[in-house]
Each structure stands twice: as C-alpha cells, then as structure tokens.
C-alpha cells in the first residue's frame, strides 16, 4: 500500500511575502524529525507537506506519531496514494479502510478537488466512490448526515489520497522561524511548559538550567535532562546549558541581608541568562513565573529581576492558573517527570521572610558587596553543554 503523511500547514499560509522562508524551515523540521524513523521523500506543495517513503522499512507509525509533535501544522493525516481514476480510488478505500469499515454502522464520503482539471465535481466523484463502497459493504449503511465513518478524497496535482479521521497538528509556527530564546528550564511544573509554549510559537530554544551542586543532588539535574529530552521533539534538537550555580549562593548567603537573598539570585539568573542569549544571538528570555504564584513573582519583584537585562524577558504562563499548566504539562508528557521528587536550586537558602515587594535602592544597596560581574562571567566560563536529542 502506498502510505503517506499529509500535513497541513497552519499559520503560515497567512504568511505574505514571506511564506517561502516559513515553508523551507518547515520542510527542513519534517526532514530532520523523520530522519530517525525511515527514508522519506518530504516536499511541500499546495499547503501541504507530504512525507513519502522511499522503501518498505520506514516506521509509518513512528513518522505519523513524530509528525503530531512538530509545530506549523492543523492537521496531520495519513493517507493511502493512489492513481487520479475514480475506480482506483473506490479499490484503495476498500482496502485502506477496511477495518474502519468492519467497526462503522454507517458512512459517507467527502471529497476535496485541487485538481481542478479533474473530469469530474467533488459531488459526483463522491457519489461514485460512495456507490460502489455502499456494494462492497452492505452492512454498512450511508448516512450523509452523521456517519461514524467518514471516507475523505482528496485530488490533488499529482495524485489521489484517502483516508478517514485526520488527527490535530501542533498548531504553530515553525521551530527556528521565529528566532532563538534562552529558556531557563528547573526541573518543575512550570518552566517546561513556558518552553513548550514558546518553542511553538516558531522560537529555538536553549534552555538554561541553574545547578547548586551539592545542595541539589547530581538526581536533580539528571531530572532536568530528562525534561529536555522530553521536549525535544516539539522543540527539536537542543543544547542544554547547565550552569553551576553553588558559588553565587553562597556569596549571597554570606555578604547579603536574608530577606533579598531570593530576588538576588533571580537578578543573578537574568543576567547569566542575557550573557548566554548575546552569545547564542537569542533574542529574548524566557521563565515560568505566573503572577503571584509565589513571593518572588508578584509585579514588583519580576521588575526588579528583570531590571539588570535590556532583552525582553518573555513569561508566556503569567495568567495561566496552575490547573491550566498542569493540563498542558500532562498534554506534553512532561507532568509525570515534573512531579518526581527533586530539590530546586531555589529552594538552597530560602529566606524565611521573603520580600514580597523588593524596592530596588536596597537591592543594590545590598548587591553592591558582590563582584557581580566577575561572578558572573566566572559561572558561565564553567557551564557544562549538553546535548539534548530525542
Ligand atoms: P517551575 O515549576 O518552573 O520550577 P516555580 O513555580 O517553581 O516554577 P520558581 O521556582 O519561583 O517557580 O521559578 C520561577 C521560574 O524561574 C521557573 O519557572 C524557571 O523558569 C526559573 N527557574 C527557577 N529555578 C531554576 C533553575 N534551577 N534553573 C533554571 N531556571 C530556573
Ligand atoms: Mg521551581
């Protein structure tokens, strides 16, 4: 049978000019993700990317579940290909959906014609198909109105498709169309999802993760690589930047007053952040802070954190409730890992009064017995690359 992926392109068929160089990124995602799962033939025409596969060992099923996972995309279908002749594709509906026929009560079929050349209307290639489907199952009833069995045809320039239910894309743009972001990742339920959700946006990724080595155990960051791998692939291939963190902690413990020990280290995290995103040309930062969750993300604090850095600071959770989180952590898979026991770096020397509302005169005031760039350019020098595939 001659199997094959169509995916429909979302967003970026509103694209103007541009729509080319959205397209080839595209294109070039859908490559690289099917590399792993076959040989593949993969080329955009018509809105659509199709994935054909040049021999009988790619893992269709693995290309359609990878395909789910790839942003730029409404709809991703798999479909049978066969000849631009109306009994040829009555046979490949026979054959391609038989077991969706032996479980349906009833049925129609739906075309769509690109192909305007076609010699026949929608309507009618429809009502031939339809006819002849009705013949080979008679105990399947058509129902135009309700069918738990829809048959689609699709005519396209170079050949038919059919196929039944087609399963929701990503939705998106695609990864690398909408620049790079610097994404710090803990091992919680949040960060994973602010990164997901940015990522989908069209935005590369280089998460960014603070370790506080021995006070988080080597587990920890293990957690937070697993986290990364899970992401990959939506966010597809990364390099996950993990930065010992232990030294400037204890240099805030020791020469800062208590309460401001956490909105310190916060400055200190954005600013090791916009050192890496200079290097990697990453446009923005990202966090996932929601509004009031805890002390040191209420509005005050979130501006005196950001206050060190000129590049955005993106916080794409900052309405969300955690049960809108948690529903699309579990949607993502990465929930399950999220919630394992682990020890967060901001949890090392938690003050027991926070400052809900730093004022940022004392910030400095206080910061201002460190050697904070030397502190910084030192934590970065020593930060450990690791890549991150599926
Ligand atoms: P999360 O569930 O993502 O850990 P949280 O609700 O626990 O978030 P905080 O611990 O205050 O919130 O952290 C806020 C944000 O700061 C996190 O979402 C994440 O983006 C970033 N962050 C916190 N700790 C780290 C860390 N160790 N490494 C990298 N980023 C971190
Ligand atoms: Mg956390």
Redesign the pocket.
């Known amino acids: 049978m001659n199997d094959i992926l169509l995916l429909k392109q979302g967003e970026i068929v509103l694209k103007g000019l541009n729509r080319r160089v959205f397209e080839d990124k595209l294109v070039a995602n859908v490559r690289r993700r099917m590399a792993h799962v076959g040989k593949f033939r993969v080329y955009a025409a018509q809105s659509t990317v199709y994935v054909e596969p040049l021999d009988g060992e790619a893992d269709m099923d693995a290309a359609f579940e990878a395909a789910k996972q790839i942003f730029g995309f409404v709809a991703v279908v798999r479909a049978a290909a066969c000849p631009k002749d109306p009994d040829a594709i009555f046979e490949t509906a026979r054959d391609y959906l038989s077991e969706d026929f032996a479980r349906a009560r009833s049925f129609k079929v739906e075309t769509k014609r690109s192909d305007k050349a076609f010699p026949m209307t929608s309507i009618e290639l429809s009502q031939h198909v339809g006819g002849l489907l009705a013949e080979a199952f008679p105990e399947v009833a058509v129902d135009v109105h309700e069918p738990e069995l829809t048959v689609r045809v699709e005519v396209r320039e170079a050949a038919a498709y059919v196929h039944s239910v087609p399963a929701p894309g990503a939705g998106g743009m695609p990864v690398g169309s909408c620049g790079s972001a610097v994404?710090?990742?803990?091992?919680?339920?949040?960060?994973?999802v602010?990164t997901w959700m940015t990522a989908k946006r069209g935005v590369h990724i280089i998460p960014?993760?603070?370790?506080s080595f021995p006070y988080t155990s080597e587990l920890a960051k293990e957690k937070v690589i697993e986290l990364a791998r899970l992401l990959a692939p939506w966010c597809g291939r990364m390099t996950l930047e993990v930065v010992p963190?232990t030294h400037i902690q204890e240099e805030i413990r020791d020469h800062c007053p208590e309460e401001y020990f956490t909105v310190i280290m916060?400055r200190f995290?954005t600013r090791i952040c916009e050192k890496i995103a200079v290097e990697n040309r990453c446009g923005a930062i990202?966090?996932?802070?929601?509004l009031g969750?805890?002390a040191?993300?209420t509005m005050e604090a979130m501006a005196v954190t950001q206050e060190p850095v000129k590049i955005p600071v993106l916080r794409p959770l900052v309405c969300m409730d955690k049960r809108e989180i948690i529903e699309i952590a579990r949607k993502i898979g990465t929930f399950e890992t999220?919630i394992l026991p682990y020890e967060?770096?901001?949890t090392v020397f938690t003050p027991r009064h926070p400052r809900t509302k730093p004022r940022l005169a004392e910030v400095l005031e206080a910061e201002s017995a460190l050697d904070v760039q030397g502190l910084v350019e030192e934590v970065v020098m020593k930060k450990e690359s690791v890549p991150i595939y599926r």
Not at 208 to 211: K, S
Not at 286 to 290: A, D, F, M, N, W
Request: charged fraction near 15%.
């Open positions: 994404s710090m990742l803990s091992g919680g339920i949040d960060s994973p602010s960014v993760h603070f370790f963190f916060r995290m990202v966090t996932g802070e929601s969750q805890v040191s993300q999220s967060d770096c901001c």
